[in-house]
């Protein structure tokens, strides 16, 4: 069985571009949940998806957005990139009712 | 928000000797997770702690919780290269299924 998958794994924009970050989780598992690490950190939580709707929101800004698809798998969009944006951005899914994340490979961002 | 504060930042230790690293919150806890990173990879779950007092063993590995539910240790007996990477612990916050991540120890052993 696949994993989670996550595209691309590495990509380099610059500031003010956008770009989209791509997760197909776990066949059966219907909860996606969005993390961002900065480099010599621990992950942080962007967002959460079950059956297309947002279940949860960390502390970030408007300029990241998220959906979810009939397939269950989900996109990340980040507006008005900002230097600071620079990070492993990691895609985990779960089935509803549990808390145990299986995190993707990852989509490491650069924005000179 | 909640914070979960990991000692030591860093440890550098010679193949055969142990590593404890510690994880510490300033409220109770439901339960902690604990996951492991490789250099250049992502996290991977290697526990949970629920009960208070609670402790598991896998192989040379061992996890507790504390008995208020506040803090948590890993113990490495006698490490080995492979177990070189970043560990962190990680706790349920303001909802289900949304994890706040310890800042991490990072373990490099030397052979």
């Known amino acids: 069985d696949a994993g989670v998958t996550q595209s691309p794994t590495h990509l380099i924009k610059t500031r003010g571009q956008q770009v989209t970050l791509r997760c197909s989780p776990i066949?059966?598992?219907?909860?996606v949940s969005w993390y961002q690490q900065v480099l010599g950190q621990g992950p942080q939580f962007i967002f959460q998806?079950?059956?297309?709707?947002?279940?949860g929101r960390g502390n970030f800004p408007d300029r990241f957005s998220a959906r979810q698809f009939p397939n269950y798998s989900s996109e990340l969009n980040v507006n008005a990139l900002l230097l600071g944006d620079s990070a492993l951005y990691l895609c985990?899914?779960?089935?509803?009712?549990?808390?145990?994340?299986?995190f993707g490979a990852g989509s490491r961002l650069t924005v000179l | 928000g909640q914070q979960v504060m990991q000692i030591p930042q860093y440890q550098h230790v010679q193949e055969g000797e142990d590593f404890t690293t510690y994880c510490n919150s300033s409220?109770?806890?439901?339960?902690i997770q604990w996951y492991k990173q490789r250099p250049g990879g992502h996290p991977v779950f290697l526990i949970q702690?629920?009960?208070?007092?609670e402790v598991k063993k896998q192989k040379r590995l061992t996890f507790q919780f504390g008995e208020a539910k506040k803090n948590s240790s890993l113990h490495i007996t006698a490490t080995q290269t492979t177990d070189v990477g970043t560990y962190f612990c990680?706790?349920?916050?303001?909802?289900?299924?949304?994890?706040?991540f310890g800042t991490g120890t990072r373990l490099l052993v030397s052979p």
């Open positions: 985990a899914s779960l089935p509803w009712g549990a808390n145990v994340l299986t």
């Open positions: 066949s059966g598992h219907k909860s």
């Open positions: 998806y079950y059956e297309k709707e947002e279940r």
């Open positions: 409220t109770t806890l439901s339960n």
């Open positions: 702690l629920v009960k208070s007092g």
């Open positions: 990680a706790v349920e916050n303001t909802g289900f299924q949304k994890l706040v």
